[in-house]
T-cell receptor, first 116, second 109 residues
Framework: EPEVTQTPSHQVTQMGQEVILRCVPISNHLYFYWYRQILGQKVEFLVSFYNNEISEKSEIFDDQFSVERPDGSNFTLKIRSTKLEDSAMYFC??????????????FGPGTRLTVL | GQNIDQPTEMTATEGAIVQINCTYQ??????LFWYQQHAGEAPTFLSY????GLEEKGRFSSFLSRSKGYSYLLLKELQMKDSASYLC??????????FGKGTRLHILP
């Protein structure tokens, strides 16, 4: 069974510091996503990425956020200057949209970000 | 605006069938996801419907009616391990994914 991996599993940082969350999506997938989930709340879309560029981003994904796929395998989310309200679980996902039964999406296990 | 509605909680009995409904109003539509999420874990993909109709995968089936902005997830032969939250999410034409708040399903023995 293919899997999406994320590192680190837990990141603790001071407010104002930069963090980079890393993800390795499924190799033959074409669409990549970052989501976040604040404890007890719903999953929120941050950004989608296709063909080496951002397809869509949410209102949450402001200038403090950026994504990269530097080497064709890793997919990173950077938060330049973290705020207390950035504390959440961050999930990476990759999606193969081939039509019909081939459509599958896999989530990584998540990175729990705690901003102090 | 964009809105996804699903019931907050449902309860069903082991071995029974349960249907979880989802209605949506979005500015564009490119598909609808269903996920299962156990507490403290990542969501797990269950289905992705693009066209109208019913898709069956083992004990789980998902139905879509685009004209009605409506989908449901049907779970048969319920097992205790099916106790989880079930998330409905719509993919719009620009590849933005909008999630509902999830339905917490409780399975009673």
């Amino acid at each position: 069974e293919p899997e999406v991996t994320q590192t680190p599993s837990h990141q603790v940082t001071q407010m104002g510091q930069e963090v980079i969350l890393r993800c390795v999506p499924i190799s033959n997938h074409l669409y990549f996503y970052w989501y976040r989930q604040i404890l007890g709340q719903k999953v929120e879309f941050l950004v989608s990425f296709y063909n080496n560029e951002i397809s869509e981003k949410s209102e949450i994904f402001d200038d403090q956020f950026s994504v990269e796929r530097p080497d064709g395998s890793n997919f990173t989310l950077k938060i330049r200057s973290t705020k207390l309200e950035d504390s959440a679980m961050y999930f990476c996902a990759s999606f193969l949209s081939g039509g019909g039964a081939a459509d599958t999406q896999y989530f990584g296990p998540g990175t729990r970000l705690t901003v102090l | 605006g964009q809105n996804i509605d699903q019931p907050t909680e449902m309860t069903a009995t082991e071995g029974a069938i349960v249907q979880i409904n989802c209605t949506y109003q979005t500015s564009g539509f490119n598909g609808l996801f269903w996920y299962q999420q156990h507490a403290g874990e990542a969501p797990t993909f269950l289905s992705y419907n693009v066209l109208d109709g019913l898709e069956e995968k083992g004990r789980f089936s998902s139905f879509l009616s685009r004209s009605k902005g409506y989908s449901y997830l049907l779970l048969k032969e319920l097992q205790m391990k099916d106790s989880a939250s079930y998330l409905c999410a719509v993919r719009d034409l620009n590849d933005k994914i909008i999630f509902g708040k999830g339905t917490r399903l409780h399975i009673l023995p």
